[in-house]
């Protein structure tokens, strides 16, 4: 007998694969109506179905291709958005070219036009700046684009990317609970949708919170990276800076902090608090554990394959920008200050 | 004026492309003679050149392609291999497709045949097993293959691996030194040349430290992850097995180890000293941070995509095994027993 495949669902159920799929998944069931989730779900029950990503790419004769544009597939953060993606896409016949950028636009550039040489059908992008003419220049063209995990100034292109808002919210509650007042944030780069994300995000927060933005400061780092973090640390530490807690824009700032207290004899949690943002892999296995918001990376990936495969099916007028929620992850890099 | 290509400094030296960039990277550079690479670096400089990632990918129109299949990229052991791969294939105009196996088979098997129907060149594989008819019955179709970290039983296909044996040697010696003698060896999965060399490694590197077998213990794990080594770990303290030390096949293993033995209230190194093999990212990180053999992962995945480059243009008869130096880093998780 045959398996029943992801396509029987979804022809059972009378929606888009993309559709069933989002359905049939808790993490993204919140994306569709509760009575198109309920149906999805009882016809899956009755048909038996169970996801197996092998069985379509045996079977289908189409040679389908999509490019995936990262940053750096040996920051921890990708790995997880890469195979989401590919998840997704294996099952229906598609594969994914990657290429690495190292964030430099001439070597997105290329990439973009070797994959377009190569005729893949469209592109996931986990690169976006927000002013970004190449991908201004594919939007025109009606080349079928998804961004994961960073988005553009305007939302001229769909868009997955996980609620940075909530989580930096999250953040700082945290911290206020814990008794901190003299809090610091470093901020990503400026350019990119989750640095200024965030730091609108904190500022917001202090208000919610009713801190004293004198209190608190705001340092802008070059790069996510951890030198970057520990750069700018080593600047604040210099100038004498006042603070008992740090929130850092993501976990590679915070890991960039871990460094230069240690340098500066300075202990985390009891002398200085830090949180990060992504719960990348291993970020629970630092000494202390890492206090960090947790980005679904492996879902961002797969729900921006999932929203390219709609592109491709049915191309949309009006892109969507999705957003996934976000949890918060106590561990040991948090504990209330000394003397708040 | 153009800026000067690999392909002009293999011009100049009178070599392959492949040889010439394996003659300009330190790591690799004892692959080739010291006359060859006196040549080609002195021809290098002469010309000016810098590698260029980019510039070769635009400049070519041909639509060259390969298959690169792993285990996991959430496995932080490959990400840098894949990059290492991609690094080298890119300036020369070749892309490849990735594809997760997780180690199944059937996987593997639809993955090399959707690659196949896309007309890849040829293949790298993370994957291989001891016995592995899909490796065998591509190399005797003259498929050309290259096999990175681990290889065939029978030497009939290349294969870039690291110096296992020599890992192991410098690990126990380590060990050794500090004044251990009760060590139990984490052995890896016994259908895998990584487990079967590590093992045989541990055996012949007990006898040349006069060793005595009968304080030593080898066990062998289901697989190389976390979970394998905390369950492994888990029965020798159930069964109250004495030792002192953990020489751990992998780092994933040795990771498993940090949880169980916190979980039963014994310190690291203090009462139990732990040692890993990769040292993938964060390994430094831990607490405490992993003494561990390095493995130039990334470089394992350049010289397997140079080693494919090469099969491309120049088929060989013999199929070479190249094995890569490793070093190793010894860092917080040793120290002298408490009791030798």
């Known amino acids: 007998m045959r398996r029943p495949t992801l396509r029987d669902v979804a022809d059972g159920a009378g929606v888009h694969p993309a559709t069933a799929s989002r359905a049939l998944n808790p993490q993204t069931r919140h994306l569709v109506s509760p009575e198109t989730a309920d149906r999805v779900n009882r016809v899956a029950r009755a048909l038996g179905y169970r996801p197996n990503p092998v069985a379509r790419s045996l079977k289908t004769s189409r040679s389908s291709s999509i490019g995936l544009i990262i940053p ?39 990439a973009v036009e070797s994959m377009r040489s190569r005729n893949v059908e469209g592109f996931v992008f986990a690169t976006a700046r927000l002013e970004h003419p190449l991908l201004e220049d594919l939007a025109a063209a009606n080349t079928p684009v998804v961004l994961v995990n960073r988005r553009l100034a305007k939302p001229t292109v769909p868009s997955v990317t996980a609620d940075d808002a909530a989580g930096i919210s999250m953040a700082l509650h945290h911290l206020v609970e814990e008794g901190h007042k003299r809090i610091v944030h470093l901020a990503g780069p400026q350019d990119l949708s989750t640095g200024v994300n965030r730091l609108r995000a904190f500022r917001q927060a202090l208000h919610e919170h009713g801190l004293d933005e004198n209190q608190t400061r705001i340092e802008v780092c070059r790069s996510w990276t951890e030198a970057a973090g520990a750069e700018t640390l080593n600047k604040l530490l210099a100038e004498g800076a006042d603070f008992t807690a740090i929130l850092a824009g993501n976990d590679m700032l915070a890991l960039g902090c871990y460094d230069v207290l240690a340098e500066h004899g300075l ?13 990348a892999a291993f970020m629970d296995k630092l000494t202390p554990a890492l206090t960090t918001v947790h980005s679904p990376q492996y879902e961002l990936g797969a729900e921006a394959a999932r ?19 976000v949890t918060f992850k106590v561990r040991g890099s948090t504990a209330p200050p000394r003397s708040p």
Chains 1, 2 share one sequence.
């Open 72 to 110: 750096d597939l040996t920051n921890p953060l990708f790995p997880p958005i890469v195979r989401g993606v590919e998840d997704v896409l294996g099952p229906v016949g598609y594969n994914a070219w990657i290429a690495n950028t190292d964030n430099d636009p001439a070597r997105e550039e290329a």
């Open 307 to 325: 929203m390219l495969l709609e592109e491709l099916s049915e191309p949309r007028t009006h892109p969507r920008s999705v957003v996934l929620p």
């Open 267 to 279: 202990r985390c949690p009891e002398d200085v608090s830090v949180v990060g943002f992504n719960d």
